[in-house]
């Protein structure tokens, strides 16, 4: 992992995560609770790690493509077919 990923790339689920990492974080330590601080890690290794529960965006929704680049994917073939299909 680079400095580059770390810094970038930085949405609304990245920040959630961060935040539930943090909070979970001082709850455990103001709990001394171990099963808190091991939740609160994981969180946090998702924020800085920019990944979910399924690894490496395994459930991220692929980007859009521009419509340009559809349009030069999309290709079309005539199908013709007799009229008597009795």
């Known amino acids: 992992m680079n400095m580059q990923t ?3 790339g930085w949405n ?3 920040w959630l995560r961060l935040g539930f990492g943090v909070m979970i974080g001082i709850q455990a330590i103001q709990g001394n ?7 609160s890690v994981f969180f946090l290794y ?11 965006n395994g ?3 692929p980007m859009s493509k521009k419509e340009e680049e559809l ?3 999309t290709q079309y073939e005539e199908i013709k ?3 008597n299909l009795k």
Do not use: Y
Not at 33 to 39: A, F, K, L, N
Not at 48 to 54: I, K, Q
């Open 6 to 8: 770390l810094m970038t």
């Open 12 to 14: 609304f689920m990245r």
């Open 33 to 39: 609770d171990t099963i808190s601080g091991v939740i």
């Open 46 to 56: 998702q924020a800085v790690t920019n990944t979910g529960c399924c690894g490496s």
């Open 59 to 61: 459930c991220a929704v």
């Open 71 to 73: 349009e030069k994917e």
């Open 81 to 83: 077919t007799p009229l």
